[in-house]
């Protein structure tokens, strides 16, 4: 006998009707980190990553920065909890294995029952979990999904270790994905190598993140042009035509040489790692949810996202503004 199962009906597409973000008050510059006994100084920081200053959580918890910044999303989507199908907390740094953080994060955002889990591709995390989100709403799944990165990179850092104590920091981002007449997120671009998985590690015994920082700047920079490019063929653009590139604000030399590579000087390109740090997965939320606040991205206008670290794992793609 033959068993037909039935599908929900699929949705034309999907897209992001609103982004929020929230970054600790507690500032850090160079010169703070140097009194503190860090090895380090302002004019190497500044000139080799980019960074001038980041924030450090001090009370929030990795959980706390999440349920701030998706309130935010929330409420710039016109979407309440009610709404919400589905969570995906893409996170590297929750507090323990088991259990994970988006279950009790949807329930301190009084979402009642929804579908939630975590998602750790690391720095790449959230455009993996856009991805997922997009793909849970055009199959018929969800019709409202909350997607969210956020990271407390600090209890994980040795802010003495010069290779990585000077480069993490703190915050969470996040975005409504809902269901949509037309193509608002596009295809993703994705890929990984499991071979350099020791680049980017967290320490056995200690839990302490550990980066071979020259192999993976060398990866970042010679792969990522290609991933940011593929993302707009896919999503069957030039580069030109694109109003924003909020790579994973890793270092500004990456971010500058990926730039180059698309070659398209009129688009926006996000250097939120200026003043922020990095945050992992919610490197890239932060960064355009900032950029939408300053107003300078159009509603409708096509962004381009690639997300890349640790695993290694990389993910690119287009999406248009809320
Ligand atoms: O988010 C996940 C993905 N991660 C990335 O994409 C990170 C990619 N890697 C990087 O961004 C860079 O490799 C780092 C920022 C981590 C390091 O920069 P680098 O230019 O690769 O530095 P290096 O490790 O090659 O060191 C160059 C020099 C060395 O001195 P000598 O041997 O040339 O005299 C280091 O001792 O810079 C020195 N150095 C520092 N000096 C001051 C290394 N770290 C520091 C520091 N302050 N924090």
Known sequence: MTVHLTNPPRSSGSRVAGLGHYQPPTTLTNDDLVAMGVDTNDEWVQSRV?????RFAMDET?????VAAASKAMANSGVSPTDVDLVILATCTGKQQV?????ELASRLGIDSPGAYDLNAACAGFVY??????NTVTSGQAHTVLVVGSEKL???VDLMDRGTGIIFADGAGAAVVTASDSVGIGPVVWGSDGDSAGAITTDAETAT???EGQSVFRWA???MGDVALQACAAAGLEPSQLAGFVPHQANLRIIDLIAKKLNAPNVVVARDIITSGNTSSASIPIALSKMLERGEIASGAPVLLVGFGAGLTYAGQVILAP
């Open 50 to 54: 980019g960074i001038a200053e980041r």
């Open 62 to 66: 990795m959980l706390d920065m999440a």
């Open 99 to 103: 259990p994970g953080g988006a279950a």
């Open 129 to 134: 979990a856009l991805n997922a989100a997009s």
């Open 154 to 156: 600090t209890d994980y």
């Open 209 to 211: 993140l550990r980066q």
């Open 221 to 223: 920079t010679s792969k």
